[in-house]
């Protein structure tokens, strides 16, 4: 295999080991902080116990994340120092304001949460849920500071082939990063929901402690039903978005070949990039062209045109994304996204839920819906906008490091892949033993 497929085989299989353990840190880290003030504020123990109980499975994960994480940054100065060289003055930035404030507040604090509860006032306590909570996701806004610069560059100057930052504020406040944070933060909400019902759900079928996981349960649905109807609103106008900044990501997103008014949107097809259309179409007519322009009878330029217009302006080169990629992550995403509706508005429902034992047997697994959804679409966002690895500026094959040979990086491919595996394995193991086994009536710290 050549370099610049083992690189980015690399980069993807550590980015989606990391991202597994991400949103759930930034939707459990704020459910256990309502959790608190609940306690806080009517003195209600049952909320003190779900937040204790929670505990030991945010931190898992988030070590998890850390561990996961902290390789990623290696990639750019060994795999893509090109890229590095290119864009460092921008990227380094926000990564350094992650580190030095961000993930220095979350780290702290979650430690001080998870072994203060017996030594800190509650009002006290409670601040440091929050300021874990703040600090995760104000990480988040940074990480996704940057990786919004690679999809929709804004503040900077050309200057001797590199992307030099000209405009701090124009970076902190691109367009981009509103909906691709609100969209990862809601996607999170989701997720948690899910993780505490399914842990819920497990509890109310074996009749454990049902009547605070009762509580956990009515919690737990409505932040899942939360978290489900906003990534699903914000991830239409983000859509709406990349119809005017990455025209092709959508257009491959809807396999799209031909400019088409009204443009109709396929529920079902099999594109074929070779000969630039698709087999077996069942579609809804016109339907794309509200989606995108809130108008039946818009004008959607399809995959033909734009490749036309990318050439152009940028030169001869090939400058459609993978198209049947895109297009099966875009349904999976938005599939495994209404299956959370509905089963967070059955959760939502069920009044007496460990009546329901069908229901209970669904929630166990749910949890793996706003898993697929998330990655499916951050399959989306990266692999929509290519060729770029830096949207417009700088191409993938432009990005790699000229000097790493494709042996060492296949070698450590093979060695990140199994070690991520097993560690992975070993949180999942640690997580469900404390959802399925730890007591709820007793501290998390001697529990675990």
Do not use: C
């Not at 085989?9 to 930034?26: K, M």
């Not at 809804?284 to 302006?313: M, W």
């Amino acid at each position: 295999m050549e370099t610049v497929a083992l690189a980015r085989w690399q980069f993807a299989i550590t980015t989606i080991y990391h991202w597994f353990f991400v949103p759930l840190t930034l939707g459990l880290s704020l459910l256990i902080a309502i959790l608190e003030t609940r306690y806080v504020r009517s003195g209600d123990e049952r909320f003190k116990r779900l937040a204790r109980f929670l505990g030991p499975i945010l931190m898992i994960n988030f070590a998890m994340g850390v561990v996961t994480g902290i390789v990623q940054e290696f990639h750019f100065g060994l795999n893509w120092s090109e890229y590095s060289r290119f864009m460092g003055d921008i990227f380094g930035a926000p990564l350094a304001i992650e580190a030095l404030l961000a993930f220095y507040l979350e780290s702290t604090f979650l430690g001080v949460w998870f072994f203060g509860w017996d030594k800190l006032s509650k009002k006290a306590h409670l601040v440091t849920a929050w300021l874990f909570a703040l600090g995760s996701n104000i990480s988040a806004y940074w990480i996704l500071t940057a990786n919004s610069f690679m999809q929709h560059p804004r503040g900077f100057q050309m200057e001797g082939g590199r992307a030099l930052m000209a405009d701090f504020f124009a970076l902190i406040t691109n367009p981009n990063i509103f909906y691709q944070f609100t969209h990862v933060l809601t996607a999170g909400i989701a997720l948690a929901g899910f993780v505490v019902l399914a842990f819920s759900a497990w509890r109310l079928l074996r009749g454990q402690e049902a009547d605070l996981f009762r509580v956990a349960f009515r919690w737990a649905a409505v932040y899942a039903l939360i978290g489900s109807l906003l990534v699903g609103v914000i991830g239409h106008f983000q859509g709406q978005f990349l119809m005017k900044a990455q025209p092709l990501k959508m257009a491959a997103a809807e396999a799209l070949w031909e400019t088409g008014q009204p443009a109709a949107f396929p529920i079902i097809a099999f594109p074929n990039q070779q000969t630039r259309s698709n087999g077996l179409e069942i579609r809804i007519p016109a339907l794309v062209s509200f989606l995108a322009y809130n108008d039946f009878t818009a004008r959607v330029e399809g995959i033909n045109d734009l490749e036309k217009q990318a050439i152009a302006h940028y030169g001869p080169g090939n400058y459609i994304p993978p198209v049947a990629l895109n297009f099966w992550s875009f349904r999976l995403m938005f599939g495994a996204g209404l299956l959370m509706v509905l089963l967070a508005i059955l959760a939502v429902a069920s009044r007496q839920p460990e009546r329901r034992p069908g229901l209970l047997k669904v929630l166990l697994w749910a949890p793996i819906l706003p898993y697929l959804s998330s990655t499916a679409g951050w399959i989306m966002a990266e692999t929509g906008r290519w060729p770029w690895i830096v949207f417009g500026l700088l191409k993938i094959e432009d990005a790699i490091s000229p000097n790493v040979p494709a042996g060492s990086i296949a070698f450590s491919l093979a060695i990140l892949t199994v070690l991520y595996l097993v560690l992975a394995i070993i949180a999942l193991k640690l997580a469900l033993r404390q959802g399925t086994q730890g007591s709820a009536a007793e501290p998390a710290v001697e529990a675990y």
